[in-house]
């Protein structure tokens, strides 16, 4: 069989009783004797060469255009990127069948011209390139490092951040905690769906996050789809915002709190209360300890797994409890209440979070609640259990605070950049 396609081309792979379409992949290094197909479903359907009668060429691949020079506009205010890795930084390589990095302002010119009309992206930064499941501690320092540079560059007016979705509240949270006195809009993005892809959400989301780099809103904020339709996005404060959907487009949801904002393409309506832009300095506070874990607590789990933290010397753990904040005691087989004494005692730090996502814990509702509490748990009220994890991670790596319980305690307790809603409705 001879065939004149090229890895690119938007091919018909004839075979015996079967046509399929798709768009022509090079052969695995390995397997030469293997022809690769990337559906328009987005999955990838490999043929042995001799079941192959005929690879027709529908559509030629395109050539790759040439570079771009992105022109500044004196009109338009200047606003400064980090670029980091997730769906928003990759666009299909049809060559491959696998995805690229869009890391240069042109590749992103190219994409999303859109975003180039209303700012000047005066300046790039890209600290790394992964997806968020790879990212920890360090990755969330490296940001805000480089964050702090562009924001207190007098020609930036904000900042928008590009990252992948699955774990972006966790650096949301982090950000919100290390850069101290902010003075100008970060706004965090992301896309559920790469830019190739019809039904992408990447447009939209970049466009309102332009608006708010742009507006007064001086916060650590999320700006993403508010509905599943392509219409208007939300400004979420960072400390409050969860990942609640594996696909939508709005899996970002405000938790027991409301969105700073609506962005439309055209205007900014705003919903509830923010810090406003300020003359002055952002500053850096990236201290953080690494030994801190999640916890998630369930029927019938034994308590000795807190053994491995106290053998791993962890520092401190958030514990997702149930609803008002409980674990098994008493009457569970296991019960929770000697072990957590003894890891309190043994200079462990036991904060609770809820599991339910959703609300306030509530200890004292119950005496089962009432007793975990004597342990010496510190209840972190409504805040969200990843926020949590990351708080108790920075406040445990200050060593003046880490030293006494009580400071730690006071710290945790203490709402500084919104993680607590004391006006949280029922
Ligand atoms: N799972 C990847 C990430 O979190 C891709 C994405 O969700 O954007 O980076």
């Known amino acids: 069989m001879k065939t004149n396609a090229k890895p690119g081309d938007y091919v018909e792979v004839h075979l015996t009783k079967q046509i399929y379409e798709g768009i022509f992949l090079e052969s695995p290094k390995l397997e030469k004797e293997i022809i690769l197909l990337k559906l328009d479903s987005g999955y990838n359907i490999g043929f042995n060469k001799k079941d192959v009668l005929d690879i027709k060429v529908v559509r030629k691949a395109k050539e790759e255009e040439e570079e771009i020079e992105i022109k500044k506009n004196g009109e338009k205010p200047n606003i400064a990127m980090i670029i980091t890795g997730g769906t928003i930084s990759a666009r299909l390589n049809p060559r491959k069948g696998g995805v690229d990095w869009l890391d240069t302002p042109e590749n992103l010119f190219k994409f999303y011209p859109e975003l180039f009309e209303k700012v000047n992206i005066l300046k790039v930064e890209i600290p790394f390139m992964k997806a968020t499941e790879d990212m920890d501690f360090k990755d969330w320092q490296k940001i805000a490092r480089v964050a702090e540079k562009l924001l207190n560059d007098n020609n930036v007016r904000g900042l928008i951040i590009t990252h992948g979705t699955d774990f972006l509240h966790y650096t949301a949270a982090a950000l919100s905690f290390f850069l101290k006195d902010l003075n100008k809009p970060v706004v965090l993005t992301y896309s559920q769906r790469s830019i190739d892809r019809a039904s992408s959400d990447a447009n939209l989301n970049l466009q309102c996050s332009a608006l708010a780099a742009i507006s007064d809103i001086a916060e650590v904020m999320l700006v993403g ?180 319980k009580d400071i730690i305690k006071e710290k945790m307790l203490e709402n500084m950049v919104g993680e607590f809603n004391d006006r949280l409705e029922e």
């Open 225 to 404: 789809h508010a509905s599943s339709n392509d219409d208007y996005c939300h400004a979420m404060p960072g400390t409050k915002v969860r990942k609640l959907h594996t696909s939508r487009r709005d899996a970002f949801k405000v938790v027991n709190a409301k969105p700073f904002a609506k962005i439309f393409l055209d205007r900014i309506e705003i919903i509830s209360e923010y810090n406003k832009r300020k003359k002055g300095k952002v500053k850096l506070d990236v201290k953080f300890e690494e030994k801190v874990a999640l916890v998630k607590v369930y029927p019938g789990q034994d308590p000795e797994i807190l053994d491995y933290y106290i053998k791993k010397k962890y520092k401190g753990i958030v514990l997702e409890m149930s609803g008002l904040g409980h674990a098994p005691t008493k009457r569970a087989r296991k019960s929770w209440i000697k072990k957590l004494k003894e890891v309190q005692e043994k200079g462990l730090i036991v904060c609770a979070a809820a599991q339910t996502i959703y609300g306030r814990l509530d200890p004292l509702v119950y005496s089962n609640g009432r007793e975990l509490m004597e342990t010496g748990i510190i209840y972190l009220e409504d805040m969200l259990a990843e926020t949590a994890l990351v708080k108790l991670g920075w406040v445990l790596g200050h060593n003046e605070w880490a030293k006494s």
